[in-house]
């Protein structure tokens, strides 16, 4: 038979010529965003996560609001008593889900706010609402605040740094708003 010499032949083209094998086929997750009630904005568009890879999840782009609350990140659960995911944030399960928009009582919601302290250049890290009797991590110089002459070292209470410092990734469990301030030491200039 001449049919399998020529059937090798073809597979053989194909294999050198790189059509792509089905069997190499990936298939994505799909990840949901949903409004959770919010009563103005939009989500953001469902995003598909490639198997293995981690999925940058998004920030509230949409401006989604909800009357006497605040947009708190998103939850896998509608309550909020679910994985809690802010923008930035990765998703790193190999599974389709759908993310509710996490809504805190802006009546009990307490805030860290940042400030560059005589930055030159860069921007501080957005405003983090947190829930009262929950935690927050305190940011890192995500923005890229830079001052001439001088290194970023974390954060102080005190615009002078002489009070409770923090330093990025810490984390911060008070029932109160919290306003923190650059920390800048000078760069030691080698004679």
């Known amino acids: 038979m001449k049919i399998l010499p020529i059937l090798f032949a073809l597979s053989f083209i194909l294999t050198m010529t790189g059509c792509p094998d089905p069997s190499s086929k990936t298939e994505g997750y799909v990840v949901i965003y949903s409004p959770n009630y919010a009563d103005g904005g939009t989500v953001p568009a469902p995003q598909t996560k490639t198997p293995g890879e981690p999925l940058l999840i ?4 949409g401006k989604l609001s909800k009357e006497g609350f605040v947009f708190y990140g998103w939850n896998s659960r509608m309550d909020g008593e679910g994985t809690l995911w802010r923008g930035g ?13 996490d809504w805190a ?7 860290i706010r940042y400030d560059g302290n005589g930055a030159d250049s ?6 983090q609402p947190r829930k009262m009797d929950d935690y927050a ?18 954060w102080n209470k005190s615009k002078y740094g002489d009070e409770q410092a923090f330093k990025p ?20 200039v080698p004679w």
């Open 122 to 127: 860069g921007t501080t890290p957005r405003d």
């Open 105 to 111: 009582d802006a009546a009990t919601t307490c805030w």
């Open 137 to 154: 991590e305190i940011a890192d110089n995500t923005g890229n605040l830079a001052k001439e002459g001088y290194v970023f070292s974390g």
């Open 58 to 61: 998004s920030d509230n782009t």
């Open 89 to 101: 944030d990765y998703y790193k399960e190999d599974a389709p889900i759908t993310i509710y928009a």
């Open 169 to 188: 990734g810490s984390t911060y469990t008070g029932d109160y708003d919290l306003n923190l301030y650059a920390v800048w030491e000078p760069v030691e």
